[in-house]
């Protein structure tokens, strides 16, 4: 069965301070990982897909990389515009969402 | 934004009731999906379609049914609400079947 681990579930980080979030993911056959933002009432927003290991995406703060057992979702310097939930996401034969960490940047 | 809305954007039922959700795109996506999001749990799938009149079970399918008549519109159906019903609601859209998915506002649904 596809699993899909986020952790932390909830970051704390001031702003400018540099961290990471983990996406540990158990598929029989990755055909891509992806990443979204979710703001509070707001339905998930698109950040970035991955489709092989060693590949690496990056926007504005975020810098996305896969290995083949886990993501890491790197925020540089973030700011309190980025507080938000970060869910991954792996497609096989169907799309298993991960619970999500919960990011918060205080001022 | 990708034009997807989704109405209502809240409602609160009784148990027993049948419920329909809409969702709405002018994007002209082939596929479109329903999820459920509650605390605890991912996103988990409930229904998609690949095309009019073309739609398929996700993982947690029991007590829903859905329709595609337009390319535009899908419709999610609750025959009879339950309170483990009680959830977030929302429609995604994408071009391709492995493709980024464009997510709708969401419905608050509340079965008391």
């Known amino acids: 069965e596809d699993q899909v681990t986020q952790s932390p579930e909830a970051l704390r980080l001031q702003e400018g301070e540099s961290s990471s979030l983990n996406c540990s993911y158990t598929?029989?056959?990755?055909?891509?990982l992806f990443w979204y933002r979710q703001d509070p009432g707001k339905g998930p927003e698109f950040l970035f897909t991955?489709?092989?290991a060693g590949e690496e995406k990056e926007k504005e703060r975020l810098k996305a990389t896969l290995t083949k057992k886990e993501s890491f979702l790197h925020i540089t310097a973030p700011k309190p515009e980025d507080s938000a939930t970060y869910l991954c996401a792996v497609q096989d034969s169907r799309l298993t969402f991960g619970e999500g960490t919960q990011l918060t940047v205080n001022p | 934004d990708a034009g997807i809305t989704q109405s209502p954007r809240h409602k609160v039922t009784e148990t027993g009731t049948p419920v329909t959700l809409r969702c709405h795109q002018t994007e002209n996506h082939r596929y479109m999906y329903w999820y459920r999001q509650d605390p605890g749990h991912g996103l988990r799938l409930i229904h998609y379609s690949y095309g009019v009149k073309d739609t398929d079970k996700g993982e947690v399918s029991d007590g829903y049914s859905v329709s595609r008549s337009k390319t535009e519109d899908f419709l999610l159906t609750l025959e009879s609400a339950t309170s483990s019903q009680t959830s977030v609601y929302f429609c995604?859209?994408?071009?391709?079947?492995?493709?980024?998915?464009?997510f709708g506002s969401g419905t608050q649904l509340s079965v008391l």
């Open positions: 598929v029989s056959g990755l055909r891509g």
């Open positions: 991955l489709y092989s």
């Open positions: 995604a859209i994408s071009g391709g079947e492995d493709e980024k998915l464009f």
